[in-house]
């Protein structure tokens, strides 16, 4: 089952723009990362905020996480065609004797020149 | 540094018929994953393995899904026989350990993916 749910689906701006996506989860989690996947590729990581952080930056990346109300969102500043892709928040939770990462289904981002 | 290898990118086979996939992952890491990434979801855990050990196949169809990793290092997945629903992309993604005590599951580095459709 998708632990993470991404909001929105899909978000189309303007070059130059900010985009947010944002990521709700259900259980308890250890970390929660953010993952991006062009068009026909694999998965890249972005950027990882444990769960005792409140934000974390990365370049023109910020990520915020809020255990309370057990979301997170994903900010890109200024954004450029190249940040066209789909973006997945995955949570890393213990299952039976393992622990693994739960991918939500993503939010579609298109960046328009 | 060379990255996760798949093969091969495409392939399409009838349903009833057998596949397999091939994953080399990076180099030293210990941690092999496989997911689906069914269109328009985010992948989903497969199996993961630490070496040549399973950690984790609670989400594998085994009857008719199979993988293994006998020296710990490349990677099989099998599918046989293929239905319809099994057209995806299978991911394979590895990472230098499990998990890192003060941040959690480790960064895990995709493949390309093997896109298959099921006719």
């Known amino acids: 089952s998708q632990q993470g749910e991404e909001d929105p689906q899909a978000l189309s701006i303007q070059e130059g723009e900010n985009a947010t996506m944002n990521c709700s989860y259900k259980?308890?989690?250890?970390?929660l990362q953010w993952y991006r996947q062009n068009s026909g590729r694999g998965l890249v990581h972005l950027i990882l905020?444990?769960?005792?952080?409140r934000e974390k930056h990365s370049g023109r990346l910020r990520v915020t996480l809020d255990t309370s109300k057990k979301s997170s969102s994903l900010l890109i500043t200024a954004s450029r065609a190249a940040d066209t892709a789909s973006y997945f928040c995955?949570?890393?939770?213990?299952?039976?004797?393992?622990?693994?990462?739960?991918f939500g289904s993503g939010t579609r981002l298109l960046v328009r020149p | 540094e060379a990255g996760v290898a798949q093969s091969p990118r495409y392939k399409i086979i009838e349903k009833r018929q057998s596949v397999a996939f091939w994953c080399n992952p990076i180099?030293?890491?210990?941690?092999l994953y496989w997911y689906q990434q069914i269109l328009g979801q985010g992948p989903k855990l497969l199996i993961q393995?630490?070496?040549?050990?399973?950690?984790?196949d609670s989400q594998l169809p085994k009857d008719r899904f199979s993988a293994e990793r006998l020296k710990g290092v490349d990677s099989t997945l099998k599918i046989q026989p293929a239905k319809l629903e099994d057209s995806a992309v299978y991911l394979c993604?590895?990472?230098?350990?499990?998990?890192?005590?003060?941040?959690?599951?480790?960064?895990?580095?995709f493949g390309p993916g093997t896109r298959l459709t099921v006719l």
């Open positions: 259980t308890s989690i250890n970390n």
């Open positions: 905020i444990r769960s005792n952080e």
């Open positions: 995955a949570t890393d939770r213990r299952a039976d004797s393992s622990y693994k990462l739960i």
């Open positions: 393995f630490q070496n040549n050990g399973v950690v984790d």
């Open positions: 993604a590895s990472s230098l350990r499990l998990r890192d005590p003060a941040r959690g599951t480790d960064t895990q580095y």
């Open positions: 180099s030293g890491h210990a941690t």
